[in-house]
């Protein structure tokens, strides 16, 4: 995963006072009444904690771009006390993954956001408490009511299993779950109490469902969303690469094939600007910079876009030098925010995995096309003078937004 920037993601924050909300008018201690007190007898026994202070936990403007968020994980929890830049939790988009960092010591009391849910820019995600001083949690809970940071206990410790109380009778959800699967209850090994079977004997005897990470499945939703929004064309071209690996068997120090496609994409954008652009409904705005993303497979799974900023003023040793460095940086998960933002057009290379054709590479939004290249192989070719001769080949394919070009 893509290094976890704390202090580089560090969320805004808002603070509130007192101890109600605005709308509440708080009751001053009164005869040396305590705070607690006076918060009880305001509150009544409604389980609730009020705290003396709170900053809010809030997902950075900038860190996005647009694209949707997720709560990857907390690393705090409920009543945990945190101090100034400790990381609180992790954000992961389609593109990057951050940390957002604690902006003053106290204690974490709210989480108001999930592992897993979804998080808009400027969207409050949990809020910090009360004040750090020798550990202490700076709230007010009303007496008689678990810590939320408790889980209810269960019987001798066992995880509750989806069977009715009493009798071996299959739950409806086990039912349910052997009919879809074509299963036989006597094909199943019940391992619940009195042998009886839970839904987790089911998904063993007939498969087992492995949850989406969260890289997943915001990966599938900008897919999705690149389908749906514009209408994708792609063209196919067979490019002989003879060229290029002469150059390269001159020069002392070989660039790799990937800083070859980014020279011809940049003279291709300089000659075609409307591909270098981005749609919207009162025009296509075309981009100066050629700020070229370079699709990135990572080991654990999904992908990340690198962006080489103005590939346009580089030349091809510096081309290949930054390449090198943030694809490298990129698999070992050491990425900044920034480095994944702004890019104008994308190149896939999928040939590394041995594909010799894709298509559609499905367009990166919000930019206009994308470059897919694949395997090279040797292929028979005929010369101007009727001669066969193998040559060193890809298919390279163009895929394009039909809204802005045709």
Known sequence: MVRRAVGAAVAFVSVTAGLLPAQQEPRRPTGGASQADVAVEILGKGGLTVMADSIDIVLPQDQT??????????????GDPVRVN?????????????EIAATADGVLTEILKQEGESVEPGEVVGRIGGSAAAGRTAEFT???????????????????????????ELSPAVRRALEEKGLDASQVKGTGRGGRITMEDVEQAGGRMVPHSVMRRTIAEHMVRSVATAPQ?????????????AHRNATANAHTFTAYFVRATVAALRAVPEVNSRWHEQGLELFRDCNIGIATALEAGGLIVPVLRQAQDLD?????RRLADLTTRARAGKLEPREVQGGTFTISNHGVSGSLLAAPV???QPQSAILGVGKMERRVKVTGTGA???RPCVYVTLTIDHRALD
């Open 86 to 98: 400790d990381p609180l939790l992790e954000i992961i988009t389609d593109k990057v993954t951050v």
């Open 388 to 390: 066969f001769e193998a």
């Open 65 to 78: 771009e647009g694209t949707s968020a997720t709560v990857g994980k907390w690393f705090k929890a409920v």
């Open 316 to 320: 091809l040793a510096e081309t290949a």
């Open 362 to 364: 499905i367009i990166n």
């Open 233 to 245: 064309v792609t063209a196919v071209f067979e490019a002989d690469l003879s060229s290029v690996i």
């Open 142 to 168: 009303v007496p008689g009511i678990p810590h939320p940071k408790a889980p209810p206990a269960q019987a001798g410790g066992r995880t509750a299993e989806l069977v009715p109380p009493g009798g071996g």
